[in-house]
Each structure stands twice: as structure tokens, then as C-alpha cells.
């Protein structure tokens, strides 16, 4: 964990947990999201989510990938990545939409051509056209598009999604409990949604990942890319180039560029079908598989003994760096970015609506009885206590 904070980042983002322990936590205080009043109508059979969440430092290697082959369409990919940073967090409260999307950049205009900002903006809409496909609905708002060349080396892409929604439709973690079981859905493959492969890296741990796999000459190329106070033994150390090509049919950088993943169709289908059913919904996004200790309602032992096999990336990631395997597990989703609790009869079904949606998913664990809350992961690689 040493190297990453010294790139200036957290896996868990203690500091920023503490302060905001003080803020109102909202209406339901165990749900995934702040659910807020129906301030708009102040219909008390309503409530109303605001969130806001974006693609990282992922947006750093997408300028290195366009710097080095040219290709655009990463930029779009980069669009994906702050929509379903945000979608996907509303989906495990319930919502599954109308929402409202506004896109927030903060640009290098020396670095960051116009023709970039036309990739990501039109790249949005592109994006809603195809989840409306699916039956979800997101109405683009428009943004703010910032020159912050002071403060912002490249590009960083943000957004924020709003809804209303009935109360009565919301899912907390409020009934899980011991005895339920975990359904754990892939986050790599190829959907019916996806056109290519996605290699399951969604938008968590690029930090890591960008700098144990790519070789040392893009610092030096690329300076813009980094901040120039970081120490060099934790910038750009890995072996590989941007184009070497991977088992996958994807080359490096196209692999951890893959936009992440959205749950929004098979969602709106789960919850259709076993919304009674379902007793909370992880996005397991910061904090990777540990992301569910944050959200038991009571305390309960976690127990996630049949995992899905971590894809290729993450088994690269890992080599690449060395990292222990139970910190593998707090900071990337390791191929499985969304959980559900629910009963084993239900689990059932929705494997099977999964498989319908051509996503890997499997029953991974389950709720037992314990005196605190706690997580126990038993993998491949160790049983890792947390």
C-alpha cells in the first residue's frame, strides 16, 4: 500500500470518510447512495439522488494513448467511464432512471484540443442513445467545460446524475442479514450491450495500474502525464508498451482503457422481476471487494469463498507489481464490480437473467452470524480477513 500512497492516492479514502461523518447521511443512512426529501414537489411517496463521480486518472491514460496512436475513440470510452461511475452507484439504491446527466471537464487547452472535448461530449450522448435501447432513459443536460491549465496537467472528466424516484421503490442494505447469499456479476467479457471485449477494469485503481505496467519511457516522453514531484521509483516502472498485445485480442492499453461496464440493463430487469428480493446491492467500485464493509446494516461475517476467476488484467496488474494479493483485492473489483444479497432460491434466477445478458455470474459467498462486521475472502491466492 506504500507505493500507492505515494502516488498520492488511497484504496479506502479514510480521511475523506472522516470528514464527512459529521454530514447528514440522508433519509436511509444504509443505502448505497444519499437519498435526499422530494425538495422539488415535497411529495413524501418520492425522494430525490444526487451524485457525482468520474473516470479518474483514467483520463491520463487516455492522453497517453491518443498521444501515441492516434485514436480517438478512447476519449469516448472516457465519456462511458463517468456515466457509469454514476449510473452504477444509483442502480444499488434501486434507480434505475429517468436521469439527468451534466458533464464537468477541467482541461489543458495546451494539451487538449477542441476535437477532444467534441469526443467526450458527443461521446455522452452516443452513450444515452445506446442505454435507451436497453430502456434506460438519461437526459443530457449539458455541463461546464473549464480551461484550468494550472491546475489540471491533461484532463479530468466528472459528472453528476440526478433522479426522483418513489420511496417505496428504494433498496437498502436495511434487510440483509445473515443467511443470505451473495451473487457476484462479472465485470469482463463481452455483454449483449458491449460491442468488444472489456477487460473488467472499470474505473478504480488506475493509478496502479497505469504505472506498474508501463514502461519507464513514457515519463520521460510524456512529462505532462505525471506529477514531477513524485519519487521515481513509483512512475511508470512496469515492462510493457501501450500497443503489446495481450491474450485478450486487446493491446495493453486498449485492456486497461476498457470502458467500464455498466449494470443498467440487467438491472432494470432484476429489479422488475425480485425487487422484494433483493437485500442490498454493492457497486464494488472504491474499496474493490471490501467495498461491502461500509454498508452492513448489523454485524455480520461476510464470507466470499467462490469468487469468479480474476480475468487476465488483474493477474497482469499483479505481476507487474508485486502487490500482495489481499491489497489486490481492496483496491480493483478483480472481475466482479457488482454484488447483490439476496435468498438462494432467488439467486437462482437471477444467474440466470445474467446469462440471458451473456454476464458471467455466480453465487460467491454469503451472510453468517458474528459479534462485529467483518469480510472473509477465500481465494486462489489466500483467505484474506478484513
Not at 443512512?29 to 479518474?56: M, R
Not at 498485445?245 to 486487446?250: D, K, N, V
Not at 432460491?345 to 455466480?362: C, G, H, P, R, V
Request: hydrophobic share 35%; proline share 4%; with cysteine.
Amino acid at each position: 500500500m506504500n507505493r500507492y500512497n505515494l502516488r498520492g492516492v488511497s484504496a479506502q479514502k479514510e480521511d475523506v470518510h472522516k470528514a464527512v461523518a459529521q454530514l447528514d447521511h440522508g433519509l436511509f443512512p444504509k443505502a448505497f447512495c444519499k437519498v435526499y426529501p422530494d425538495y422539488w414537489a415535497n411529495d413524501p411517496e418520492f425522494c430525490n439522488l444526487l451524485h457525482a463521480d468520474g473516470a479518474g486518472t483514467k483520463s491520463s491514460l487516455a492522453y497517453l494513448y491518443w498521444k501515441e496512436t492516434g485514436d480517438m475513440s478512447v476519449w469516448r470510452d472516457i465519456a462511458i467511464d463517468a456515466i457509469v461511475m454514476n449510473t452504477d452507484d444509483l442502480l444499488c439504491v434501486g434507480a434505475t432512471g429517468p436521469f439527468t446527466y451534466s458533464s464537468t471537464i477541467g482541461r489543458n487547452k495546451l494539451k487538449i484540443p477542441g476535437e477532444v472535448i467534441s469526443e467526450i461530449i458527443n461521446g455522452t450522448q452516443s452513450f444515452f442513445d445506446r442505454l435507451q435501447e436497453f430502456g434506460i432513459t438519461v437526459h443530457f443536460m449539458g455541463g461546464e467545460t473549464a480551461d484550468v491549465g494550472d491546475l489540471v496537467r491533461t484532463i479530468i472528466v466528472d459528472g453528476t446524475m440526478g433522479c426522483r424516484m418513489r420511496r417505496d421503490r428504494l433498496v437498502t442494505t436495511e434487510k440483509l442479514t445473515e443467511g443470505d447469499v451473495i451473487v457476484s456479476f462479472a465485470s469482463f467479457g463481452q455483454s449483449v450491450y458491449e460491442d468488444v471485449y472489456n477487460s473488467g477494469m472499470g474505473s478504480n485503481g488506475l493509478t496502479s495500474a497505469r504505472h506498474e505496467m508501463l514502461k519507464k519511457e513514457y515519463a520521460t516522453k510524456y512529462p505532462e502525464s505525471i506529477d514531477p514531484n513524485l519519487p521515481d521509483e513509483v512512475v511508470y516502472n512496469g515492462k510493457y508498451a501501450l500497443t503489446d498485445m495481450t491474450e485478450t485480442g486487446l493491446d495493453v492499453g486498449k485492456m486497461i482503457l476498457s470502458p467500464t461496464r455498466t449494470y443498467a440493463p440487467l438491472m432494470l430487469e432484476i429489479l422488475d422481476k425480485h425487487f422484494d428480493q433483493i437485500h442490498g446491492i454493492i457497486h464494488c467500485s472504491g474499496g474493490g471487494q471490501t467495498k461491502c464493509l461500509h454498508y452492513l446494516p448489523k454485524p455480520v461475517r461476510v464470507v466470499k469463498n467462490n469468487l469468479i476467476a480474476p480475468p487476465p488484467l488483474f493477474k497482469m496488474i499483479q505481476e507487474a507489481a508485486g502487490t500482495d494479493w489481499r491489497e489486490m483485492y481492496q483496491v480493483f473489483n478483480m472481475g466482479q464490480r457488482l454484488e447483490i444479497f439476496t435468498d438462494r432460491a432467488t439467486a437462482d434466477s437471477l444467474l440466470k437473467i445474467a446469462d440471458e445478458f451473456k454476464i458471467q455470474a455466480q453465487i460467491s459467498g454469503y451472510v453468517e452470524a458474528s459479534d462485529k462486521k467483518e469480510l472473509r475472502i477465500e481465494s486462489e491466492f489466500g483467505t484474506f480477513n478484513y
